[in-house]
């Protein structure tokens, strides 16, 4: 399976930047970063003919994420897949958590998850934001909504076959029993997909080693 990241990011890479390249490069999955905020939103206006009001440093495009299968349709022609995630997570050996069948795979317990999810590069699921009555006013609302995550879970419930899995780290605080082994990713005794430091914004090794 062809895989993809797409990662719009308007503001100052975080100081780990390097270490998050090189953990990607042990993985199965191609990555695009996306910095023009300027033509972020021609995109935008163009393919959604929507305003959008996103401020770069900001969160604001989060709430697009659901929506990136039909603005960089081009950019995922010939991928299987195409998926979000964020510049702080530390990625272990990931397919070995792939469900057998999905349409959606999210790594969190019951909802979108913004730090790890992929989507089957498909009309129906690239399309399914747009059976979310009001999808247009989340996206034009200047506000960070989240909705992507929480109040577009039941949407996708209801219209493909999403597989939920929660393979992080016990804690998103305390990194102290983080270590990699030939290539994948321990909590102390137990193997994890990944990682989400968000709370510390501390990369959790002074560098990357597979």
Known sequence: MKKIFILPFFGEYPSW????????EHLDYDYKIFSNLKRFKERVGDILKIDPYIIGGTGKVWDYRVAFGVLYADEIKGYDAWGHTDFDCVYGDVDKYMPKEWDIWSNHVDYICGPWTLYKNTDKVNNIFRLYDGWEDKLAN?????????EYTPVVNANCNIAYTFYQTKSQDDFSQLRYENG?????????????FRHTKIYPFERYVI
């Open 17 to 24: 930047m390097d270490q998050w390249v090189a953990n990607m």
């Open 142 to 150: 200047p506000r960070i909504t989240a909705w992507g995550e929480y």
């Open 184 to 196: 994948k990713l321990y909590d102390g005794e137990d193997e994890v997909m990944m990682a989400h």
